[in-house]
């Protein structure tokens, strides 16, 4: 990896000097470098915790995550996180991070974090639903996708997501009243129909699950056409 083109230009020494701490992988090539030298530029922690440098930390880890390095990626916000204690965007890299790893347990603990720092970010909320749900936590996931929807109510995706936590909890018609929610927000979403599918047929209506699992196949249908076409630059009209 090319570090320094990864620490790109106008970086301030302090946010220098925490990615060789962040990364000892690094620190060797990094303080061979000139003006890298740890003696010469080793910063307060106040220095560390200022908003710029906190922004520096968080493109770097973003760079990380588009290279796919996401082991050395979280290595680098668990340090950040370490350092500054109250930066709610680095605990929920963190959750994304262990949450691409399987790590639902460790993610949910992150998004609680990233909760308390920002109690009103209804996507941390969402987020955290979603680790909670694949712990099989439905009642904590609930929950959570209830505040993320009192917060957010617009987004269908919260709606959708609290029927199949209420649908693994067995309250199915509960769940239709979120599917209806999310279908009203998004009326061509291929997966709220094949949701309302499922919950039909948990409650015996065979006939009005087939409908709705063939509605969600015409729309699934439809849009891979729509992408393939798109692909081949078919959306175009030829004069």
């Given at each position: 990896m090319n570090f320094r083109?990864?620490?790109?230009?106008?970086?301030v020494v302090a946010c220098h000097v925490l990615l060789v701490q962040v990364l000892p992988v690094?620190?060797?090539?990094?303080?061979?470098?000139?003006?890298?030298?740890?003696?010469?530029?080793?910063?307060?922690?106040?220095?560390l915790a200022t908003a710029g440098c906190i922004n520096q930390i968080l493109s770097q880890g973003r760079a990380l995550v588009r290279q796919g390095n996401f082991a050395e990626a979280l290595a680098f916000y668990?340090?950040?996180?370490?350092?500054?204690?109250?930066?709610?965007r680095v605990y929920?890299?963190?959750?994304?991070?262990?949450?691409?790893?399987?790590?639902?347990?460790?993610?949910?603990?992150?998004?609680?974090k990233a909760i308390g720092l920002e109690p009103n970010n209804a996507r941390f909320y969402y987020a955290?639903?979603?680790?909670?749900?694949?712990?099989?936590?439905?009642?904590?996931?609930?929950?959570?996708y209830r505040r993320a929807i009192e917060l957010t109510?617009?987004?269908?995706?919260?709606?959708?997501?609290?029927?199949i936590v209420l649908a693994r909890q067995g309250h199915h018609r509960r769940a239709l009243l979120a599917y209806a929610t999310a279908l009203a927000l998004q009326p061509t979403n291929a997966a709220v129909?094949?949701?309302?599918?499922v919950a039909h047929q948990a409650l015996g209506k065979h006939q009005e699950a087939?409908?709705?699992?063939?509605?969600?196949?015409?729309?699934?249908?439809s849009s891979r056409t729509l992408t393939e076409r798109a692909e081949n630059g078919l959306m175009f009209d030829r004069k």
């Open positions: 083109a990864l620490l790109g230009t106008g970086i690094q620190a060797k090539s990094l303080e061979a470098e000139p003006g890298f030298e740890s003696n010469r530029c080793a910063p307060s922690m106040n220095q668990q340090k950040a996180a370490n350092l500054t204690h109250n930066n709610a929920s890299a963190i959750g994304f991070l262990q949450a691409h790893q399987q790590d639902f347990q460790a993610a949910a603990a992150a998004y609680q955290l639903g979603f680790s909670q749900a694949q712990l099989g936590d439905y009642n904590e996931a609930e929950l959570a109510p617009m987004h269908a995706d919260s709606h959708l997501s609290l029927g129909y094949q949701a309302i599918g087939t409908a709705f699992f063939d509605r969600a196949g015409q729309l699934s249908y």
